[in-house]
């Protein structure tokens, strides 16, 4: 649960006042609605686990399904997006595509960990990995928004997610 909630800190730079619609402001305000949508997700589905008692392979099943279905989603966003209207557009967009892979693979690990999880051994040995997955997941998206923020030579893009408005609950 540490893991999913500091995905929701990690899109650090969003957050401020309202904008003029614009297409890199309507990036801007997509790009922090598909992070928190994902990050919402997660961590609605690991505030499932928080009471020890509701762990079973079952659960951690269902679970992961969730996950899977959530990532599979936030990738296919994240496609979607595209380049923004700015200077540095086409390497935001490579950057993202990069993000999705990153996000795509670790869910197949995730996948893979819950598939061949068996007894109470494998229970531990799915949230193991569950944990590594979504800590590797966070890890690619804070190094995607540094990346971002260092190919934003104008400051284009970093304007737009301050004034953002989806991103007020990024940094809240």
């Known amino acids: 649960l540490a893991c999913v909630s500091s995905l929701a800190l990690v ?11 614009g297409s890199v402001d309507e990036w801007a305000e997509e790009f922090c609605t598909t992070v928190t ?7 609605r589905i690991g505030e499932d686990f928080g009471n020890g008692s509701s762990l079973s392979l079952d659960a951690i099943r269902e679970a992961g399904e969730e996950a899977d279905t959530a990532t599979e989603e936030f990738a296919e966003s994240l496609r979607d997006l595209g380049a923004p209207d700015t200077e540095s557009g086409n390497a935001v967009e490579e950057e993202l595509e990069e993000l999705a892979d990153t996000v795509e693979a670790e869910r197949d690990e995730l996948r893979e960990a819950i598939d061949e999880a068996e007894g109470l051994g494998g229970v531990g040995q799915a949230l193991g ?4 997955s979504i800590g590797e997941m966070g890890t690619a998206l804070e190094q995607t928004v540094q990346t971002l923020d260092e190919a934003d030579a104008s400051g284009e893009l970093e304007t737009a997610l301050e004034n953002a408005e989806s991103c007020d609950e990024l940094t809240s």
Do not use: F, K, P
């Not at 899109?11 to 619609?21: F, P, Q, Y």
């Not at 990995?129 to 590594?132: C, E, L, Q, R």
């Open 11 to 21: 899109a650090a730079g969003c957050g401020g006042d309202d904008s003029e619609a």
């Open 37 to 43: 949508t994902w990050t919402d997700e997660l961590e």
């Open 129 to 132: 990995a569950i944990g590594t």
